[in-house]
């Protein structure tokens, strides 16, 4: 299986190691930094690269690439599963992914990974597992640790590896018992030059915060879980009663998890909350275009729209821009040419707009295509499919929790092409 | 001073405090000046007898090898610190020896004896975590050691041990590999694991060491596949994969009739994998037509039916498509794509554009198993098209595979819309994309008559873009379009040659001349003009270029030599200087060819042929086609091309192999006996292996047999085992089974011979260990005996008598070798050949005793059918009971069935009787129990001619007695059973035990429990007949409705307490719960948990719904439904008193 992590910063230092099975020098990383210099970005590093002797699977997250060495065959995807999981856990543990923090905790990291494989096959993945053995660093911690000269591992074994249900540890224990869950949709779509809609979908995400007592049973239902279409679970959920009765009957994980995530029913039309006029054009003869882009809210519920933000990759012939935005404020960036609009609230009377005029290197030719403009956005109190959550019951302890569940919409990859 | 700076580098821990540390700045380590020195800090800190100081130095050691620093100098100090009491500390010096260990071998030997000592200690995780460490240390010396830890630590109490011992297998082999026959015992042992913590493990395990042991999975696979759910999602993803392969050695192809039909109808002939039918020439079609009748023909023979094995699989991997996690979606919509029938294929396509929103990694590796099955299987995603359509911030790579998943999609109805999207694309920035848009709009053009036109003008405007690369790209496919239908595009090609003026990448210029050469007939005028720009600027061009230029030259000299003569001349003669010699080459050969000299060979007649031959088409195909025949999702199928240890996924067979090779039954007598003797104590059965302590001279005969068998040995043994199947043969195909032995050749006669030789002594044949091999041999020497009341083969015995001495042999051989294969690890696999005979054995597995020996049918007589039929339900019985006894709570260990006195020892005159309710259906008459009666003779005197008289029975009650036993020699054991259908009623039957010298008067009485079979329902069937139940009798409540309430002691309280409580008092099956995840947490899920069974009673198959519903603090409610009220009574009697003991 996984043979050898090794952690990479953009600029190529290869400042953790970790191998599970015999030692694999780091030279085998020089495969991989060729590729890297050979691709323009960084998401354009092959994520399988073979090399004479070993296989080289990596990921490129949070500015970091996580580089593991595989020697036989082995599903591709459970090799990048995993690193994910492994990036997912630093975060987890030290409230970011990134070099600093692994520097920072070298010993830790190391501990963890230890644990996360044994001889390249995946032991303990489960946060909840991981955190019974090695305990996540807090300020206090920290102190107690400098004064008394302990340390972060854990002195009890880990009996979350032993239970039926390794995602929640065993004795939980809250004064405010809590639960809360956010439905968070996102709308993908991709919008043509006249604001016809090419392709659009609802994405959405059931993110729950669960702070509850002992071995608590939920059981989430809604009032119209017609509308979703696919779905994934956490492990914990019961497949089978979700299947027959559609509700999500589940024992909860301790903190911060995924519950699901679902696709809405492709019958659905999607609102598109919002409408981009735009018009971007370069003269032929001349060496400089004008950009004018407005928003306007579209489908909304009746909800403000907030957050909106446009984003513009300008191709790399523009010299200067000169622009001037009605509301919010616009950055650019010559090096990466990247043009983003911070607009803020959309003002259904006074729609903010964004005009001026850009410049191209003399001599250049006029750009073939016109840049397409990315949005985001979001809007509270409102998941635009329509899906709500009927109800949220407890079984198995016999306190009354506090429940919340929260709506948000939000922009995916929405994209209007120009 | 050395602990002060330490500490500076765990708080403030940035790289630039802790790095010089390390030995760098020579000050930093205090007093130490020297370099090499550097280290010595960090050895006082270990020698230290302070916790703090030894953890803060292995942090620092760690810290050094995270970083990939060299600190193996530091071992010696390191070691001696394996034995400290602080856990912290000890967990840090593991790290370090596991990564040390390998260069330092000799010091790592000191660390051994701590966890030698690790693997005794009375607490699960630390013995695990001994034999984590032990076998990660990499020292070759230790190998005994870890071997002996590993047999020990599978046999451990406790799961997570023993998944650590499974985790250690392939760290074993990998050091050792000489192991292997040692480690795969242990890995056998650990395949029959029933907890979900090992399983993932031990797959994995096993995909390590010995793959190709499929047959070790045979007895494992339904419970892997009932357990699958459950086991922790890594597990998941191996032994789905694995479980791949399997199905596709043990199962027939869903698809086969379709394959056979599609290939004979000429569509695109995607399914068959020998076809030859690339081009649709219209001679092929009648052949077709052939093929196809032919197939309708065999589809009409042979209706496919689904093995539920199989249909198992698919049933049990459908609800991991949801699961969150990428790895466990694609094994299983693999496993779907290869195993599932073509019309159930739909379901993972949804799955999969799912993990199209993960990360691009994801992405990355999903479309390319998106494109290689949206080439076979294109429906399946057709509704997901607009879901991959390309985004502008995608990476290059995305974009690519994306573009060629739409192309392998595209189909006349939504061609128009692909196109709109592809004329999006080309004007992207990213030129990479544009090229590969054009060659898709090639392909598409292609593959889609109707769109030709129209791609190949869109691609004519492109020549005209300002990209020089898009041009270029274009000429190339325009290139391979124009070949299709030349004549009708002669002004494109005029058009083109007006471009080698502009265009000046080499492979478009090359294209071009092609083109003009190809066709310079549509373009009289034009080519010899290209050909005179061509000689001008020849010395500038590229190799290829300059290839072109010689093609070119000589067709025009074939074609028009008047005016390209000397042109042709001119070009060959620079050619000729040229520095590239495969032009120079290529220019000598033309001239000789094409120039007519006196010296010029038979060949220049044909050059006309030669060059202007018409060419085929080109196929314009995906990169992926064929990748299927990697296994999807595997990293051979990504990189297109076998990555070390693939195991290649095998084709279907052509006949399945018998499935009743997974068949798994509660452990009888037999079987386990003669296992035992094989693996030498290597299972621990007590009920059978006492029974087998006693009985000297069973082992005997059987080891004679054993080594008649063992003879043969190896592949022998196989082969004769699957010869002749005892009476099929007979009434089958003699001459089947005739050949094959033939074909087995000698060693077989020998056997034969032995066997024959054994035969004069009937008296050490005819009492071998079992029941069932007691049935067989009377079946069998009886005729030959002369004894008249052979009931048993008079219909279709008309064998001859040596034939018959054979067949006699083979069957016990047969039996033999079958367990052989399942139980000892070292036989070499299978061998494909011999699959031919396997696949006889298949259609007469009905017959086969292994099939049924739970219930042995004395000597009546059984039509076949009705054998066959019994036979069939016995398979289906063994897979719901399978289903109980693998899903975790419902084990009904063999131990449990209760043995009662028949006739005591003293009573007896040395013979004693006990008897059991085998809880096997009883084969000849389903409404009889069978009741496994066990004769054990301590006496000194043999017993001779056991059996059964004059039953004094109730009315109504039937008995079927078993077959005599003509001897039981001093100190044997014997088993037999018999059935007796006690009409639903606990009266005792009574009956007389004869002897040859003495009758015993004897009783059986069952207990309520054991006059129901378990059925098999779901949660909503059991709830319904439970309606109907309370319905249709239920004006009188209570009639057929008890409910009692009780209290549940402490230990009772688990569902495994309770459920296997119920099934001991009752022979009923659990009715799996609505959720399968509320089988494994203990805590009761919402609102208190209920546990269902279900049977009917033996005789009047009335029915038996037992409810148990557990509240707090051990209250229970239990509630019988029975038609019989009496029935109903009793049980919950017998239950209450099971629960509440």
């Not at chain 1, 006029?277 to 001349?286: A, D, L, N, R």
């Not at chain 1, 983003?340 to 850009?358: A, C, E, F, M, Y």
């Given at each position: 299986m996984i043979n050898s992590l090794f952690l990479i910063n953009p600029s190529g230092e290869i400042f953790l190691e970790k191998h599970w099975k015999s030692v694999v020098s780091r030279s085998v990383c020089d495969y991989f930094l060729e590729a890297k210099e050979k691709a323009l970005e960084p998401e354009d590093v092959p994520p399988v690269i073979h090399t004479p002797h070993h296989y080289l699977i990596s990921i490129y997250r949070d500015k970091l690439f996580f580089l593991s060495v595989i020697q036989t065959e082995v599903p591709p995807l459970f090799v990048i599963e995993f690193l994910h999981r492994v990036a997912e856990m630093i975060q987890d543990y030290f409230g970011e992914c990134s070099e600093t923090v692994v520097k920072d905790h070298m010993v830790m990291v190391y501990e963890l990974l230890e644990e996360m494989l044994d001889n390249g096959f995946p032991l303990a993945t489960e946060s909840n597992v991981l955190k019974e053995m090695i305990r996540p660093p807090t300020i206090l911690r920290s102190v107690v640790n400098t004064l008394t000269g302990t340390s972060n591992v854990g002195d009890t074994f880990p009996t979350g590896q032993l239970s039926t249900i390794p995602w929640r540890r065993a004795g939980v224990r809250y004064t405010n018992n809590e639960a809360y869950f956010d439905v968070v949709e996102e709308i993908d779509a991709i919008l043509d030059q006249s604001g016809t809609t090419v392709f659009a979908e609802i994405q959405g995400v059931v993110e729950a915060c669960v702070k509850l007592s002992g071995m608590p049973d939920l059981t989430l239902s809604f009032m119209n879980p017609r509308l979703l279409d696919d779905v994934s679970f956490h492990p914990c959920?019961?497949?089978?009663?979700?299947?027959?009765?559609?509700?999500?009957?589940?024992?909860?994980?301790?903190?911060?998890?995924?519950?699901?995530?679902?696709?809405?029913?492709?019958?659905?039309?999607?609102?598109?909350?919002?409408?981009?006029?735009?018009?971007?054009?370069?003269?032929?003869?001349?060496?400089?275009?004008?950009?004018?882009?407005?928003?306007?809210?579209?489908?909304?519920?009746?909800?403000?729209?907030?957050?909106?933000?446009?984003?513009?990759?300008?191709?790399?012939?523009?010299?200067?821009?000169?622009?001037?935005?009605?509301?919010?404020?616009?950055?650019?960036?010559?090096?990466?040419?990247?043009?983003?609009?911070?607009?803020?609230?959309?003002?259904?009377?006074?729609?903010?707009?964004?005009?001026?005029?850009?410049?191209?290197?003399?001599?250049?030719?006029?750009?073939?295509?016109?840049?397409?403009?990315?949005?985001?956005?979001?809007?509270?109190?409102?998941?635009i499919s329509g899906l709500k959550v009927n109800r949220l019951d407890m079984f198995g302890e016999k306190y009354k929790p506090f429940k919340g569940v929260k709506y948000i919409t939000k922009a995916g990859k929405f994209q209007v092409r120009t | 001073m050395s602990a002060s700076s330490a500490f500076n580098d765990e708080k403030g821990g940035s790289s630039n405090v802790g790095e010089p540390e390390y030995g760098h700045d020579p000050a930093s380590g205090g007093i130490f000046s020297s370099d090499y020195k550097r280290h010595d800090d960090l050895k006082e800190m270990l020698d230290s007898n302070k916790d703090s100081l030894k953890l803060e130095a292995m942090k620092r050691i760690v810290a050094m090898i995270a970083r990939g620093k060299n600190a193996s100098d530091l071992f010696p100090a390191v070691v001696k610190n394996v034995a400290c009491k602080n856990i912290e500390v000890k967990k840090l010096v593991y790290v370090y020896l596991v990564r040390y260990a390998e260069e330092q071998q000799d010091l790592a030997l000191l660390s051994i004896s701590t966890f030698q000592r690790g693997l005794k200690d009375p607490n699960q995780l630390i013995r695990a975590s001994a034999l984590r460490v032990l076998s990660s240390i990499r020292v070759t010396i230790i190998v005994p050691i870890m071997m002996l830890a590993i047999k020990e630590a599978a046999s451990d109490m406790s799961p997570y041990v023993r998944k650590t011992a499974a985790h250690a297998i392939p760290k074993l082999y990998s050091l050792d590999p000489e192991q292997k026959d040692c480690l795969i015992e242990v890995i056998e042992k650990l395949l029959a694991d029933k907890t979900t913590l090992v399983a993932g493990s031990v797959v994995m395990a096993f995909e390590e060491v010995c793959p190709e042991r499929i047959d070790l999975i045979h007895k494992n696979y339904r419970k892997l596949c009932n357990l699958l759910i459950d086991v922790e999602e890594w597990g998941q993803v191996v032994i789905i994969n694995m479980l791949t392969r399997y199905a596709r050695t043990q199962f027939l192809n869903p698809n086969m009739n379709e394959s056979l039909l599609e290939e004979g109808g000429g569509e695109k002939a995607f399914y068959g994998s020998d076809n030859d039918d690339d081009t649709d020439d219209e001679e092929d079609k009648e052949e077709k037509e052939k093929k196809k009748t032919e197939a309708t023909a065999i589809v009409k023979r042979k209706p496919y039916v689904m093995d539920p094995d199989h249909r198992l699989l698919l049933r049990n991997t459908k609800p991991l498509l949801q699961s969150r996690n990428a790895a466990?979606?694609?094994?299983?919509?693999?496993?779907?794509?290869?195993?599932?029938?073509?019309?159930?294929?739909?379901?993972?396509?949804?799955?999969?554009?799912?993990?199209?929103?993960?990360?691009?990694?994801?992405?990355?590796?999903?479309?390319?198993?998106?494109?290689?099955?949206?080439?076979?299987?294109?429906?399946?995603?057709?509704?997901?098209?607009?879901?991959f359509y390309i985004r502008s911030t995608d990476p290059t790579q995305i974009k690519v595979l994306k573009l060629e998943v739409l192309t392998n999609l595209a189909n006349e109805t939504n061609i128009s819309t692909i196109l709109r999207e592809f004329q999006t694309y080309i004007k992207s920035n990213d030129k990479d994309f544009v090229a590969a848009t054009i060659q898709a709009i090639g392909r598409c053009a292609t593959n889609i008559g109707e769109v030709r036109d129209t791609c190949l003008n869109g691609l004519v405007q492109l020549l005209s873009n300002r990209d020089e690369l898009v041009v270029a790209e274009s000429v190339v496919v325009i290139k391979k379009l124009l070949q299709m239908q030349p004549e009708q595009h002669s002004d494109i090609i005029k058009h083109m040659a007006k471009l080698t003026d502009n265009i000046q990448v080499p492979m478009a210029r090359a294209s071009i001349l092609w083109l003009i050469g190809e066709y310079c007939e549509h373009v009289p005028k034009i080519a010899p003009d290209v050909l005179r720009k061509m000689a001008k600027t020849f010395t500038n061009e590229e190799d290829i270029v300059k290839l072109q230029i010689i093609n070119l030259a000589a067709k025009l000299y074939l074609t028009n030599s008047k005016q390209t003569k000397l042109l042709t001349q001119y070009v060959l003669n620079l050619a000729k200087y040229d520095q590239n010699y495969d032009i120079r080459d290529r220019a000598r050969f033309i001239r000789q060819l094409i120039v007519p000299t006196d010296k010029s060979g038979a060949l220049s007649k044909y050059a006309k042929k030669l060059f202007l031959a018409l060419k085929p088409a080109p196929v314009l195909e995906s990169p992926f086609k064929d990748r299927d025949h990697f296994q999807l999702g595997s990293l051979s199928h990504l990189l297109n091309a076998k990555a070390g240890g693939y195991q290649v996924l095998p084709d279907w067979p052509e006949a399945a192999p018998d499935p009743s090779v997974r068949n798994v039954e509660v452990p009888e007598w037999t079987k386990c006996s003669s296992r035992e003797k094989r693996k030498e104590k290597k299972a621990d059965k007590p009920f059978y292996s006492d029974s087998e302590g006693e009985s000297g001279p069973t082992e005997s005969a059987d080891s004679a047999s054993d080594t008649a068998s063992g003879s043969e040995s190896g592949s022998g043994s196989e082969e004769s085992g699957s010869g002749s199947e005892s009476e099929e043969s007979n009434e089958e195909s003699e001459s089947a089974s005739e050949e094959d032995e033939e074909e087995e050749g000698k060693k077989k006669k020998k056997n034969v011979e032995k066997i024959k030789a054994r035969k004069p002594v009937p008296e050490s044949e005819s009492e071998p260990s079992s029941g069932e091999e007691v049935k067989k041999s009377e079946k069998k020497s009886k005729p030959r005996i002369g004894s008249s009341e052979s009931e048993s083969e008079e219909d279709d015995d008309s064998e001859s008598e040596s034939s018959e001495s054979e067949e006699e042999s083979e069957e016990e051989s047969e039996e033999e070798t079958k367990k052989k294969k399942k139980t000892t690890a070292s036989k070499p696999p299978s061998k494909p050949p011999k699959k031919e005979n396997k696949k006889e054995k298949k259609e007469m597995s009905l017959l086969d005793f292994d099939d049924f020996d739970p219930a042995p049918s004395p000597s009546q007589v059984t039509p076949l059918n009705n054998f066959l039929s019994s036979s069939l339900v016995t398979d289906l019985e063994g897979l719901s009971l399978t289903d109980n006894v693998l899903s975790p709570t419902t084990i009904v260990p063999s131990g449990n069935l209760k043995t009662y006195e028949l006739l005591h020892r003293i009573t007896g005159e040395g013979l004693s009787v006990e008897y059991c309710f085998s809880r096997q259906p009883f084969s000849p008459d389903l409404h009889m129990v069978a009741v496994k009666i066990q004769f054990t003779n301590s006496a000194t005197s043999e017993a001779k001619s056991l059996h059964v008289e004059d039953a004094k029975l109730q009315s109504g009650m039937r008995i079927k007695e078993f077959p005599e036993i003509e001897v039981l020699p001093a100190g044997e054991t014997v088993s037999v059973v018999m059935g007796i259908d006690f009409c639903d009623s606990t009266q005792a039957a009574n009956f007389q035990l004869c002897t040859h010298t003495r009758k015993f008067f004897v009783s059986i009485q069952p207990p309520v429990g054991e006059l129901m079979m378990p059925i098999f329902m779901t949660e909503n069937e059991f709830k319904k007949e439970q309606e109907t139940l309370l319905q249709s009798l239920g004006q009188l409540m209570g009639m057929n409705e008890i409910t009692e309430k009780l209290t549940l002691e402490e230990k009772c309280q688990g569902e495994h307490a309770v459920v296997q409580r119920v099934t001991t008092a009752a022979n009923l099956s659990r009715v799996p719960c609505g959720s399968d995840k509320e089988c494994s947490p203990p805590v009761p899920p919402p609102p208190f948990p209920i546990h269902r069974f279900a049977g009917k009673t033996v005789t009047s198959g009335s029915l038996v719904l037992v409810s148990v519903v557990t509240k707090e603090d051990g209250a229970a409610q239990l509630t019988v439904n029975c038609e019989k009220m009496v029935i109903g009574t009793m049980l919950v009697k017998d239950i209450l008193q099971a629960l509440t003991q």
């Open positions: 959920v019961r497949y089978k009663l979700w299947e027959s009765e559609r509700v999500l009957s589940f024992i909860p994980p301790d903190g911060n998890f995924t519950l699901m995530t679902y696709h809405v029913n492709a019958q659905n039309l999607v609102a598109i909350p919002v409408y981009v006029k735009q018009s971007i054009s370069f003269f032929e003869c001349g060496s400089d275009g004008r950009l004018d882009v407005t928003v306007g809210p579209k489908q909304t519920m009746g909800k403000t729209v907030e957050g909106v933000m446009v984003t513009v990759h300008l191709p790399k012939t523009i010299l200067s821009i000169n622009l001037t935005a009605t509301q919010g404020s616009y950055t650019y960036d010559n090096g990466t040419k990247l043009l983003v609009w911070d607009i803020g609230k959309l003002n259904p009377q006074k729609l903010p707009n964004l005009r001026g005029s850009l410049s191209l290197q003399a001599g250049a030719p006029k750009p073939e295509e016109n840049p397409s403009l990315n949005i985001d956005l979001n809007i509270q109190q409102l998941a | 466990v979606v694609m094994a299983v919509a693999q496993l779907y794509f290869h195993l599932a029938p073509k019309a159930e294929v739909g379901v993972i396509a949804k799955a999969l554009v799912r993990l199209m929103r993960s990360h691009s990694e994801v992405q990355y590796v999903v479309l390319q198993n998106v494109a290689t099955m949206s080439i076979k299987r294109r429906g399946m995603f057709e509704p997901y098209l607009k879901s």
